[in-house]
């Protein structure tokens, strides 16, 4: 069974200073991950995605993540945080199990950033 | 843009009517998902259409029901609305490709139930 979890349901930074948004997850096979931002009353929109190739990936938006195996992990960073990266974050897996693509959704992380 | 459109965009409507939200996914895309966004809920996962065929259920209540038609648009039936059905419902699509893609969402139908 495959599952994920966001640490922190509320994140406060201030405008340049790091952002760390973490995610750990738990699936039977080999996984893809993913990190989706929705901005207030907008879609979820793609960040970055991880299926198994190289382990740090770059997404839009200054946005990175490490995929650790050894601690089903999947954190989101950013060096500088912006006003604009305010909004919610969600981590996903997703697996081929059945002939069907399983996705489960964290329960996301409201990311502030304060002037 | 994301390919995925989703109509109404906004829908106001009373306790006890009956609602169909559409959704038309990326060209080629032949899973579907459906999902319920409130305030004291979060993300909610409802049903998963793979070309046609109903794949996984969520928390989709009974009042509630979809379907994903040959030409792989999908709509969700929401029926006996109460008042806290009111939510934004999301619809997303991922590629054909056998291994895990990404889905891609729709800007949501905002439905509000007076």
């Known amino acids: 069974a495959q599952s994920v979890t966001q640490l922190d349901s509320h994140v406060s930074v201030s405008e340049g200073t790091p952002v760390l948004l973490r995610c750990n997850y738990s699936?039977?096979?080999?996984?893809?991950l993913f990190w989706y931002v929705q901005h207030p009353n907008k879609g979820l929109q793609l960040l970055l995605k991880?299926?198994?190739?190289?382990?740090l990936v770059k997404g839009i938006n200054g946005f990175e993540a490490e995929f650790k195996k050894s601690e089903t992990s999947f954190h989101l960073t950013k060096p500088s945080a912006h006003m604009s990266d305010a909004a919610e974050y969600f981590c996903?897996?997703?697996?081929?199990?059945?002939?069907?693509?399983?996705?489960?959704f964290g329960t996301g992380t409201k990311l502030q950033v304060i002037p | 843009d994301s390919g995925v459109t989703q109509t109404p965009k906004h829908l106001i409507t009373a306790t006890g009517q009956r609602v169909t939200l559409r959704c038309s996914p990326r060209?080629?895309?032949?899973?579907v998902y459906w999902y319920q966004q409130s305030l004291d809920q979060g993300l909610q996962f409802l049903i998963q259409?793979?070309?046609?065929?109903?794949?996984a259920k969520g928390n989709i209540l009974e009042r509630f029901s979809a379907q994903q038609f040959p030409d792989l648009h999908s709509e969700l039936n929401l029926s006996s609305l109460e008042l806290g059905d009111s939510a934004l419902y999301f619809c997303?699509?991922?590629?054909?490709?056998?291994?895990?893609?990404?889905?891609?969402f729709g800007e949501g139908s905002r439905l509000t139930v007076l």
């Open positions: 997303a699509s991922s590629p054909r490709t056998g291994g895990p893609g990404e889905l891609f």
């Open positions: 699936s039977s096979y080999s996984p893809s």
């Open positions: 991880y299926a198994s190739a190289a382990t």
């Open positions: 996903v897996v997703s697996e081929w199990s059945g002939g069907y693509q399983k996705v489960t």
């Open positions: 060209s080629g895309d032949l899973s």
């Open positions: 259409y793979y070309n046609g065929e109903e794949r």
